[in-house]
């Protein structure tokens, strides 16, 4: 059964830093890439970092200069750094991968192409 577990998140002050994590289980998803997506609610979902099967990052606007994603491929789990948060970055964040499985390229990146999902950890950023 493919799962991917979030964690890391919690409630803190504007200014402060988080690492989230999400493991993956079933798949090795680091052939596909995984990504951060976050949603606030009544909102879509936004990307925010993914990471390619070849090691290439791309940001969302809101997670430039602040956030950093990284991976570690033999525990099947990928991180997201975040530093300078701010009041706007409180939001579920998810942790996403593939298109389909078995992988054969880098997803699309976007909620209606992305087959699997975690159930998101709370990030609360207070002033």
């Known amino acids: 059964q493919v799962r991917l577990v979030e964690s890391g998140g919690g409630s803190l002050q504007a200014g402060g830093s988080l690492i989230l994590s999400c493991t993956a289980s079933g798949y090795k998803f680091s052939r596909c890439g995984m990504g951060w997506f976050r949603r606030a609610p009544g909102k879509v979902r936004d990307l925010v970092a993914s990471?390619?099967?070849?090691?290439?990052?791309t940001y969302g606007d809101s997670a430039k200069g602040r956030f950093t994603i990284s991976e570690d491929n033999a525990q099947g789990s990928v991180y997201l750094q975040m530093n300078n948060l701010k009041t706007e970055d409180t939001d579920v964040f998810y942790c996403?991968?593939?298109?389909?499985?078995?992988?054969?390229?880098?997803?699309?990146?976007?909620?209606?192409?992305?087959?699997?999902w975690g159930r998101g950890t709370q990030v609360t950023v207070s002033s």
């Open positions: 996403t991968t593939a298109n389909r499985i078995p992988c054969k390229s880098e997803p699309v990146w976007s909620p209606n192409f992305l087959k699997f």
């Open positions: 990471i390619s099967p070849a090691g290439t990052t």
